[in-house]
């Protein structure tokens, strides 16, 4: 199985503030790399896929990079409703593993 | 609109069996995978397995394979999830998704279907 590890596991941030979250493959994924936001008691929701795509719908505040092994979320401007946790997952090979995911504080 | 509607929670008791469901509407049901994944409290996401409603082809995650049985019914728009004897450790949420057959990005997911396994 592809391992993927994000980093950091917590991240405390301000209104405002530009937030980025890294994420490792354990072997080269290409850009088949989505990301998803998890409200509580909210099921997951697509921010963006093949590593830098925005998903419809999605503020464009949000973007992704990387290529191979390591990839990046960034929120340029942190909101109020950004606080949620993260998650990347490879599509790459099954099975389609996550990272641990990424928990966003005020 | 594509919506995945799950089934609704479940109680169980250890060794007993069970089957919950996702049924997909508002786009073409064999188009698309539907992969199912898991969530124990407090924890992250792990990805199951996954059917082609169009061929009923499943790959599994090969932790869980022997355990669980993926299926999906195309002529009802549905999947299924299912358990011959529940353990206590499979006590967690479930959520089906639709997968893009070419990016396999889960682009909808269903609400989820709480399962809580207890004697």
């Known amino acids: 199985d592809i391992q993927m590890t994000q980093s950091p596991s917590s991240l405390s941030a301000s209104v405002g503030d530009r937030v980025t979250i890294t994420c490792r493959a354990s072997q080269s994924i290409s850009t088949y790399l989505n990301w998803y936001q998890q409200k509580p008691g909210k099921a997951p929701k697509l921010l963006m896929y093949g590593a830098s795509s925005l998903q419809s719908g999605v503020p464009s505040r949000f973007s992704g990079s990387g290529s191979g092994t390591d990839f990046t979320l960034t929120i340029s401007s942190r909101q109020p409703e950004d606080f949620a946790t993260y998650y990347c997952?490879?599509?790459?090979?099954?099975?389609?593993?996550f990272g641990q995911g990424t928990k966003l504080e005020i | 609109e594509v919506q995945l509607v799950q089934s609704g929670a479940e109680v169980k008791k250890p060794g007993e069996s069970l089957r919950i469901s996702c049924k997909g509407s508002?786009?073409?049901?064999?188009?698309?995978?539907i992969s199912w994944v898991r969530q124990t409290p407090g924890k992250g996401l792990e990805w199951m397995g996954r059917v082609d409603p169009s061929d009923s082809l499943i790959i599994y995650s090969p932790s869980l394979q022997g355990h669980v049985t993926i299926s999906a019914d195309r002529s009802i728009s549905t999947a299924y999830l299912q358990w011959s004897s529940l353990k206590a450790s499979d006590t967690a949420m479930y959520y089906c998704?639709?997968?893009?057959?070419?990016?396999?990005?889960?682009?909808?997911w269903g609400q989820g279907t709480l399962v809580t396994v207890s004697s």
């Open positions: 508002g786009y073409s049901f064999t188009s698309y995978w």
């Open positions: 997952q490879q599509s790459y090979s099954t099975p389609y593993t």
């Open positions: 998704a639709r997968l893009d057959k070419v990016s396999g990005t889960s682009d909808s």
